[in-house]
């Protein structure tokens, strides 16, 4: 077992300076049966619950916040239950990563095509609950278009499996409730674990291709000219295999590259004309390695002085913010600096797909987002930025963490959430929908 097993505080995101008194119970069940009785214990005491997979996500979500609460994590339920090569499915326990499903799938020439970044360490009852994706959602969706059913553990104890028909429930009252507001898998989507504890998902799986692919890189004069390019990637239906964008990065870092870029990895049976729209240059294995690579260290990899911090994890330039992309980060840059934030790097998946609060699709560039933190600026001042930014986004219309979603800021989610959680019961996650979640958050940075 990994030390990231054991230490139910752990999480990636900022969110850390936990209360460890108000836990008052860490659960690793095996099975079903035991998550119903750890869930009964919780009812009974009166304390909520937190599920919590790889302790990934950015939000701070899988921390509980300052709850009396037991954490249950998903980490001992990680099995494959059922493989259907035929009808394209696989049965699986929440805890499980793309990687250890793929583990299996691939021999058979199969895949279970979402992938994060983090797809070694997430599970799929966390990437659902942030309805994740990786710089492949472009052409594979993300993790709710990827979803068939789901079976949940709910805080009165009774099971409920919800598809993209509606809600079958051993709580009959919950079922027709549920139903007559018409609740399916768009709403477990990015739910944060606020419903219920996920205790199987039925994923779609798909044959693996067999294709010759050829690396590109496209530069630009600046982000305008991006956006402009990924509109026209978006509106073309360009398929691509791999679409990384680096918006800009700290001179420390960046080594020889010269941001604005875009790499590109491209079947040859490419049906755009992606050359004319993106100017991209082939290149090499060897070179289109290097430019993953650095890539992929740009969140790793601090300044000669100072640190980086994920003090904003996402942005999601889609329409009007998508062409108008060096206008919005500069503005975004300079509410950074007012704070005494330095941006650091921006770089992310283009282009992408994610869902809005309402469940309509966005498509645009997922840009993520670094900064160098003074090392004198507290906590509550740290988040006051964040708060700040969400502010901004909603002005320009960015979405804010369109990844793994902001949870707290998005209206329409939120109210659909609470909607659905007067039927089924409120006990799960409660404070990402209070009012204080804010002064809960900054308190933890
Ligand atoms: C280095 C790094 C790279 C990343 N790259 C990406 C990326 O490319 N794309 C992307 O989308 N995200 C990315 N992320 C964010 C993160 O990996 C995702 O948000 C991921 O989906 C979280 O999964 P998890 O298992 O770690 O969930 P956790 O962080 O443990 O939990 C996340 C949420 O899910 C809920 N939850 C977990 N399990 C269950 C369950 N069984 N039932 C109900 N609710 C549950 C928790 O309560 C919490 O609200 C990255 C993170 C890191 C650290």
Redesign the pocket.
């Known amino acids: 077992m990994k030390i990231r097993d054991y230490v139910i505080g752990a999480?990636?995101?900022m969110y850390y300076r936990l209360n460890f008194k108000k836990i008052k119970g860490v659960y690793y069940p095996k099975s079903e049966q035991e998550l119903i009785d750890i869930v009964k214990i919780a009812r009974e005491k009166g304390y909520g619950v937190?599920?919590?997979?790889?302790?990934?996500?950015?939000?701070g979500?899988?921390t509980?916040g300052d709850r009396e609460r037991i954490m249950?994590?998903?980490l001992r339920?990680n099995r494959v239950l059922t493989i259907s090569k035929d009808q394209k499915y696989v049965d699986v326990q929440?805890?499980a990563?793309p990687d250890e499903i793929n583990a299996m799938l691939e021999p058979m020439g199969m895949k279970f095509w979402v992938?994060?970044?983090?797809?070694d360490?997430?599970?799929?009852?966390?990437?659902?609950?942030?309805?994740?994706?990786?710089?492949d959602?472009w052409r594979n969706g993300?993790?709710r278009d990827n979803t068939l059913r789901v079976r949940?553990v709910l805080y009165d104890g009774s099971i409920l499996t919800v598809d993209w028909s509606g809600v079958k429930c051993e709580n009959k009252k919950i079922e027709k409730a549920l139903n007559s507001k018409g609740m399916t898998v768009h709403d477990?989507a990015g739910?944060?674990?606020?419903?219920?504890?996920?205790?199987e998902i039925r994923v779609r799986i798909n044959p693996i291709p067999k294709h010759t692919l050829s690396g590109g890189v496209a530069h630009y004069d600046d982000l305008n000219e991006l956006g402009d390019v990924l509109a026209k990637m978006i509106n073309e239906k360009c398929s691509i295999w791999y679409g990384e964008a680096i918006a800009e990065a700290h001179p420390d870092v960046r080594g020889d590259m010269k941001p604005p870029l875009l790499i590109l990895e491209v079947p040859e049976e490419n049906t755009c004309d992606l050359k004319g729209i993106t100017g991209y240059k082939p290149i090499s294995k060897e070179k289109l390695q290097q430019y993953k690579d650095t890539r992929i260290k740009l969140?790793?990899r601090n300044p000669n002085e100072g640190m980086q911090v994920?003090l904003f994890?996402?942005y999601g330039f889609h329409g009007t913010s998508l062409r108008k992309m060096q206008d919005c980060v500069n503005e975004i840059n300079d509410l950074l600096r007012s704070h005494d934030l330095e941006p650091f790097a921006k770089y992310g998946?283009g282009p992408s797909k994610w869902y809005l609060g309402d469940n309509s699709p966005a498509y645009g560039i997922?840009l993520?987002s670094r900064e160098i933190r003074p090392p004198e600026k507290s906590g509550p001042e740290v988040f006051e930025a964040v708060k700040d930014i969400v502010a901004l986004c909603k002005k320009l219309g960015v979405t804010p963490k369109p990844?793994?979603k902001w949870?707290f800021s998005d209206e329409v989610k939120n109210a659909r959430l609470s909607e659905i959680r007067q039927a089924l019961g409120e006990g799960?996650?409660e404070f990402?929908l209070d009012s204080k979640c804010y002064d809960v958050l900054a308190s933890m940075v």
């Open positions: 999480n990636a995101s937190t599920p919590k997979g790889g302790g990934s996500g950015l939000s979500a899988c509980g249950v994590s998903s339920m929440p805890g990563t992938a994060p970044s983090s797809r360490i997430a599970t799929v009852g966390g990437i659902l609950s942030t309805d994740g994706g990786g710089n959602t993300t993790m949940m477990v739910s944060h674990g606020t419903l219920g504890f996920i205790t969140p790793k994920a994890e996402g998946h997922v993520h990844e793994h949870p799960f996650n990402l």
